[in-house]
């Protein structure tokens, strides 16, 4: 359960643990940190969807970035920002000619 108050306290430990995932080349660690966020609390961030973003980028699942800014857009309503846009941009040019951009 989380504390008034310290929702951004939490989210910022969650949002290290993903990145930390990033450099160490755990994606799939990243996706569940951030599903068990939605399930449980505290609820993500756009840094926290930025930082999943970004180790499945790294790691050449451009899919998967490119659902994941989709759902922060639509299912989570959380304003993207520049991190966002560059994160699923940078996944289009590592998807080798296998994205269109409507």
Do not use: D
């Amino acid at each position: 359960r989380e504390v008034p108050g310290r929702n951004g306290s939490a989210s910022s430990c969650y949002n290290m643990a993903i990145s930390a995932c990033k450099l160490s080349l755990h994606w799939e660690a990243s996706l569940g940190i951030l599903a068990s966020m939605k399930a449980a609390g505290p609820k993500p961030t756009v840094v926290s969807y930025n930082a999943t973003m970004s180790a499945l980028e790294q790691s050449q699942h451009w899919q998967k970035t490119l659902l994941l800014h989709a759902e922060l857009l639509t299912t989570q309503r959380l304003q993207p920002n520049v991190v966002s846009f560059n994160t699923a941009l940078q996944a289009c040019a590592t998807s080798n000619g296998h994205t269109k951009i409507a």
